[in-house]
């Protein structure tokens, strides 16, 4: 897309985001939309939107020999990233004979390596199934059952893991050094003949699948949501409109040579790390500085090294850079735009980042469901509005939020929301039962308690669904209790959120032994067998009796969860 054949809008500097993106999506505009059908359902789309993401990658190597991945000291341009994902591609339908619409295991952390997998998954017209890096071997094990892969592209810890559960599954080892008793092909050497220049000719259209990513869900088994190109690439160009909108109202720098640049964070394998950081970058030409593990001090160093412009992560993140004693050794002055999502953001951080950072403070409001977008809110009116997540996105997205019976709420009321838009995911895969019962008439509902107020602003306030969002990881307290109750030491439990300053929820639990020697180091091991370690619980409380009940004779779980959170909130106020 060309913005400079189109009359773009003059936009006041203390113009809403929100009411420019508007304008950028009316009629005769480069973000004009209009109505489509999507299975059955009237839909806003973008009139000039590609039909596939092999379209887009076209406007991705306009960017040449701009840098793209910036780690540790390797540094990859966009031409060099996209020649490797070609590369991987063609090996893909070569040696192994990969068939459109096959599902192929994308497993290993935040290396240069991972959008190249991605990349190159999609162009041989496969479906990436995102595997979580924290997950352990039982975990990853469901996921490659579930979404029938025969072939896998992973670090050597996860190659390993996958191997054990799965002797028969091909593993394409990418950066770990690989022997020849492993039993599995090393990248490098597999792609290296394969010209970089040569796309493969598949055919793909809008309803084609592209991705599965697994989340967490009140069932306690993982669901896998299935997104075509066609919402891939809504979400896209919506962040892209937003991106010109921004640029527009002058909070970006107006030089159209200059290369904004992204830190990241969080990983590749959740939807935020995803789209609004990875694929978003490569639409718009940004660099990108992979951080191998978060360390606040190693951030601040990157911002400056690099000119970090922005910053995407889970709140906990943006709070630690505002607060760390190092910060005023470190020039951040770059910093133009630090987001939040995932995971709640306390509102007395939200000044706190503004100040500390000098910079323009962020939130989004998205669902692995939604690939990441909802709502969002950033800069001034979310200083106003510390406690809120935003008013929904335009043009694509519209939110309801309704009562137990379906019927919507009234202004202010709160309820369920439910999100339509053609970003949703379509389905979930092998699951029938919960597709039924979270897609419904095009909206997915998801579960989360909100009101809408008179301006039309969104905000959160609890959630229907057993779910803890620690760091902006999902966790199904029916899988932690579901593992926990087959430990030999555990007699019953409950598992609950608990509020943490830090990482916005963490596991607690209420357990009655079976025995008085109950051992919690213990039974953390055993339970870490099954469960990666993020889901252990990180408070235990050990009953002396029995769990109370409800006259149905099932454990009081409003009480029980008031009682802990309680006595939490007190532990909190002593260690103040």
């Avoid at 000098?358 to 977008?373: D, F, S, V």
């Avoid at 995911?425 to 897609?439: I, L």
């Avoid at 300053?501 to 055993?526: C, H, S, Y």
Wanted: charge should be negative; charged fraction near 20%; include cysteine.
């Amino acid at each position: 897309m060309d913005l400079a054949d189109y009359d773009l809008p003059k936009v006041s500097p203390d113009a809403l985001i929100i009411d420019v993106v508007e304008a950028l999506a009316a009629n005769g505009m480069p973000f004009e939309t209009e109505e489509q059908d999507i299975r059955g359902i009237p839909h806003q789309v973008f009139k000039h939107q590609p039909q596939s993401l092999t379209e887009a990658f076209a406007q991705f190597a306009l960017y040449g020999d701009r840098e793209f991945i910036v780690f540790g000291e390797e540094r990859f341009t966009f031409a060099e990233t996209l020649g490797k994902s070609v590369q991987i591609a063609q090996a893909l339908l070569n040696d192994y004979d990969l068939q459109k619409g096959d599902r192929v295991a994308l497993a290993m952390r935040n290396y240069p390596e991972w959008p190249m997998a991605y990349l190159g998954i999609i162009a041989a017209g496969g479906v990436a199934v995102l595997m979580n890096a924290w997950w352990g071997e039982n975990e990853l094990d469901f996921a490659m059952k579930d979404s029938g892969s025969k072939i896998a592209i992973a670090d050597m810890p996860r190659a390993k893991l996958l191997a054990s559960a799965n002797p028969d599954l091909k593993i394409i080892v990418a950066r770990d050094a690989v022997t020849a008793g492993d039993g599995f092909a090393a990248l490098d050497p597999l792609i290296s003949s394969y010209d970089p220049t040569v796309w493969p000719s598949v055919d793909l259209g809008p309803d084609d699948y592209a991705m599965i990513l697994y989340t967490s869900g009140s069932t306690g088994f993982p669901k896998g949501a299935v997104s075509d190109h066609r919402a891939i690439l809504a979400v896209l160009f919506n962040w892209y409109c937003i991106v010109v909108a921004l640029q527009l109202s002058g909070r970006t720098n107006p030089d159209p040579n200059f290369q904004p640049v992204m830190m990241v964070g969080v990983p590749f394998f959740h939807v935020t790390g995803l789209l609004p950081v990875m694929l978003v970058s490569a639409l718009i030409g940004r660099k990108m500085v992979l951080l191998h593990k978060w360390d606040v001090e190693l951030a601040l160093q990157a911002i400056e090294a690099e000119g970090v412009t922005n910053f995407t992560g889970v709140p906990t993140m943006s709070y630690e850079l505002a607060v760390s004693p190092v910060l005023s050794k470190y020039d951040t002055s770059t910093l133009l735009d630090v987001g939040g999502g995932g995971a709640a953001r306390p509102a007395e951080h939200v000044k706190m980042i503004a100040e500390n950072l000098g910079c323009n403070p962020g939130i989004g409001y998205g669902l692995t469901e939604t690939n990441a977008m909802a709502a969002n809110c950033s800069g001034p009116e979310y200083l106003e509005r510390p406690s809120t997540t935003g008013k929904p996105t335009p043009p694509m997205m519209f939110i309801k939020i309704i009562n137990p019976d379906g019927t919507e709420v009234k202004q202010g009321e709160r309820g369920e929301v439910c999100i339509k838009s053609a970003a949703n995911a379509t389905c979930y895969w092998n699951n029938p039962e919960e597709t039924a019962k979270s897609f419904i008439d095009g909206y997915f509902h998801t579960g989360d308690v909100a009101y809408q107020d008179e301006e039309g602003y969104l905000y959160i306030v609890d959630r229907i669904k057993d779910i803890i969002i620690r760091g902006g990881e999902n966790i199904s307290t029916i899988e932690v209790e579901s593992v926990l109750h087959g430990l030999p030491e555990v007699e019953d439990v409950m598992v609950f959120s608990l509020p943490c300053p830090r990482m916005g929820e963490i596991v607690g639990t209420a357990i009655v032994p079976t025995n008085k020697d109950f051992d919690e180091q213990k039974m953390l091991a055993g339970a870490g067998v099954e469960l990666a370690k993020f889901k252990l619980p990180e408070r235990i409380w050990v009953r002396d009796e029995p769990l109370p009940l409800i006259a149905s004779g099932k454990i009081d779980k409003t009480a029980v969860k008031a009682h802990y959170r309680a006595l939490w909130q007190l532990e909190l106020e002593g260690a103040s």
